[in-house]
């Protein structure tokens, strides 16, 4: 064999090689890694999305993580540590007015404020709130941004007129209630029920104040965007086939949502899913005016928040994709 001869057989096999390399890759699934924040059930498509093989079906392969705060979120998206993830909407819209330009909201997974204040019986009325001691995990967490724009609607202001007490997480609120160590607490599902288990009363509800508020939103980082639109595209059909999954399949859906929280009563579980269901966002779609709440809350400390908008906050590409291609009205049988 000459050498001309020997270079053709090297290339060859180098062909041969690369190609192989390339249809072994071709029947893999891409790598991807998101995380959620807290082990709550506005939370829940998340763990749906992993459970219940949506990401597989769109073909990635998502390592799921959880990260315990918001600001730890956001940072790890920065790092490019992780690719997206669920998160209170407070944290990337707080981060990005600071100057974390590169983060960028995605999607929304729950679109207004839920849950109730609830406290001791002889609190009759909201406005009997004031000089008591209110319980919230602590200062900028959705719990604290409920309290504020929800006793706006009374002319009350937390801030000022009652005591904040920051417990560190919302676990602790129902022994600080027992304790006595506060008088009234912010609770989500299903912590409204476990005060009222224990003779503790509904003192305003939430909800039914109907307050839009980025409450938890899909959050990624632009470059991310940019490098992995073909995945995060992916991404985003599996978590809108979670939302379904989640607002149609209760009993599905307690299976997975008692795995994640270790809570293994029923009837809590159930109570928390219906609550959380009555905000969710079935398309995924950013409502500005939820981001419009937030920066005029943040507005009261930083003031360069109130001439910010809220459409710099978000990338519409993917839910917009959701739309329009039709994936949505397959999805919910519309025509």
């Known amino acids: 064999m000459n050498c001309f001869q020997r270079r053709l057989v090297l290339i060859g096999i180098v062909l041969s090689t690369c ?49 315990a705060s918001g600001p730890a979120g956001t940072t790890s998206l920065l790092a490019g540590e992780t690719d997206v993830g669920i998160i209170g909407g407070f944290a990337p819209t707080r981060a990005i007015v600071g100057g974390a330009k590169d983060l960028v909201i995605i999607g929304q997974s729950k679109n207004r404020m839920t849950g109730n204040i609830v406290g001791k019986k002889e609190i009759a009325t909201v406005q009997d709130l004031k000089g008591k001691r209110l319980g919230i ?76 508020f980025a409450v938890t939103v899909l959050a990624s980082a632009r470059n991310t965007v940019e490098r992995k639109q073909a995945e995060l595209a992916k991404f985003m059909r599996a978590y809108a086939e979670a939302m379904h999954y989640f ?45 419009e709440l937030i920066l005029q809350l943040i507005g009261k400390t930083v003031p360069q928040a109130l001439a910010a908008k809220a459409e710099d906050f978000y990338d519409p590409r993917f839910f917009t994709e959701l739309r329009e291609s039709g994936f949505l009205k397959k999805l919910w049988g519309e025509k």
């Not at 920051?166 to 008088?183: F, V």
Request: avoid cysteine; charged fraction near 20%.
């Open 19 to 67: 190609m192989g390399a390339v249809h072994e890759s071709a029947g893999q699934t891409s790598g991807f890694t998101a995380f959620y924040t807290a082990p709550v059930v506005s939370m829940a498509p998340m763990w749906i999305a992993k459970e219940a093989g949506f990401f597989k079906k769109q073909g990635l392969d998502v390592k799921l993580v959880f990260i």
């Open 247 to 291: 607002l149609t399949n209760t009993e599905g859906t307690e299976k997975i949502v008692a795995k994640y929280t270790k809570v293994e009563d029923r009837e809590l579980n159930s109570h928390a899913i219906a609550s959380e269901s009555k905000a969710m966002e079935r398309t995924l779609q950013v409502d500005p005016k939820g981001i």
């Open 137 to 212: 995990d602590r200062i900028g967490s959705n719990p604290d941004m409920f309290a504020q724009s929800a006793l706006a609607r009374f002319q009350i202001d937390p801030l000022k007129e009652l005591q904040y007490v920051q417990l560190g997480s919302i676990g602790n609120g129902i022994p600080a209630l027992k304790g006595g160590t506060i008088d009234a607490l912010i609770a989500g599902a299903p912590h409204d029920l476990f005060a009222q288990r224990l003779g503790f009363k509904v003192i305003l509800d939430i909800t039914a104040l109907r307050i839009p």
